[in-house]
């Protein structure tokens, strides 16, 4: 690839989930850029090479391969891509620290310290700098400190334009965005550099989607969304642990309640709890955020969120307890599904991890199915190999269980054929909706007795 013909070098540290999608469709929309994707892990690198692409993402491929060896390369030197490079993404990983001051809360800036340094060394020319991990708000400032004491004379400007992608659904979300907020400094250098950032974008994005602001209101708005998001799960869910006592059915309220155009009808399904990498991380870190400026009371609010989404976990289990007449010692137990979502093979806070690991406390069997993840699944469960079981078909799963679990709200799990299921289950069989997914009067019909969320179990007892 001559690197010369190109209008621009737009360079990514980071080839995650975020890097990897988000610089395939800058690539595919905008022939006249050259897009480098950087990582320090050589395997997703050569994985990103290849037609197995290191994470599964519905249409990722296709995307991947209209600006592969066009204008869209993966490369493990970060050193000499540093250089060359006039806009710098940075997508690396900002996990919740787990040592020292506030850890399980504050975020781990490692990583992210650790590329600016990198960019500071192996720079020679002024360049723009976008922060695309989700970060604390104000560490633009901490970024611009280590950047702009340069003694090479070299200017750093440093922007704001958090990724609002979501796993499953990264393609759609990244063609056509809801919006893209791109912060800045409000000063003429920092103006400039956004324009930029926005330019690259309006390539494809109507303009109207593209917010500006200053550049700590878009660091915070990205947290307030996950923030949001994740609340709106936790409300409906503190409601499922309340219908379950009162007959009263959460799909009813939650359809009732969300007919009010003021509250709107998404994210308003009652499940197993919320997992990914980013909601329980984002509020964690908002958390300590407001501690940190005192804000107590703010603090806790937000904290709330993350703790019914514990409860949820945690009652999930009690009910399984409950209904196997509270012993599940030795009892085979299927769960089908091992994502936090549909549509992605990431694990990263599945519930099923903490489902699995207290189903193991109690000595059940435990066997897993999935159709994308089972290989995280086994990193997520390592060391564990008594009573645990890794099956790619979900009849198989089900072969003899007692139960079985939905834990991830594949179409899949949809389609099966519960008759045939049930027919090979030790009997009583039971199944637990975790996702409200299923119909639950049939499979009661079959002879399941069926404990859904946040509605009345249908069960053949007296
Ligand atoms: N996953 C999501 O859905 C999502 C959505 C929006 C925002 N975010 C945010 O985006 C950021 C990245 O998330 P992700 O899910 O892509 O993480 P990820 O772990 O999938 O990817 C991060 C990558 O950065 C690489 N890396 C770390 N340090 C590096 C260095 N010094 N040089 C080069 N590469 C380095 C890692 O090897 C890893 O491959 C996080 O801040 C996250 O909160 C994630």
Known sequence: MEAQKFEKHILCIGAGYVGGPTMAMIAAKCPQYLVTVVDINSEKIKAWQTDELPIYEPGLLDVVKIARGRNLVFSTNVEENINKADIIFVSVNTPTKTFGEGAGKSADLQ?????????????????????????????????????????KGIHFEVISNPEFLAEGTAVADLKSPDRVLIGSRETESGIKARNEVVDVYANWVPRERIITSNIWSSELSKLVANAFLAQRISSINSISALCEQTEADVSEVANAVGQDTRIGNKFLNASVGFGGSCFKKDILNLVYICESYGLKEVASYWESVVRINEYQEHRFVQTMMRALFNTIAN???ALLGFAFKANTGDTRESPAI?????????????????????????????????????????YKAAENAHAIAIITEWELYKKLDYKKIFETMTKPAFIFDGRNILDHQKLY?????????GKAAKTHFK
């Not at 600016?116 to 192996?122: E, G, H, S, V, Y």
């Not at 019909?445 to 969320?453: K, L, R, S, T």
């Open 111 to 151: 990583y992210w310290e650790k590329t600016a340094r990198d960019i500071l060394k192996f720079s020679d020319s002024d360049k723009i700098i976008v922060e695309k991990s989700t970060l604390p708000v104000r560490t633009a400032s901490a970024m611009e400190r280590i950047l702009n004491t340069n003694q």
């Open 354 to 394: 903490y489902i699995t690991q207290q189903l193991l406390e109690e000595q059940a069997h435990v066997v897993i199915t999935d159709p994308q993840a089972l290989n995280n699944a086994r990193h997520d469960l390592e060391g564990i190999t008594k009573n645990l079981e890794f099956e790619t078909d979900p």
């Open 445 to 453: 019909e079959i002879g399941f007795n069926v404990y859904p969320i």
């Open 331 to 333: 009892k085979r137990i």
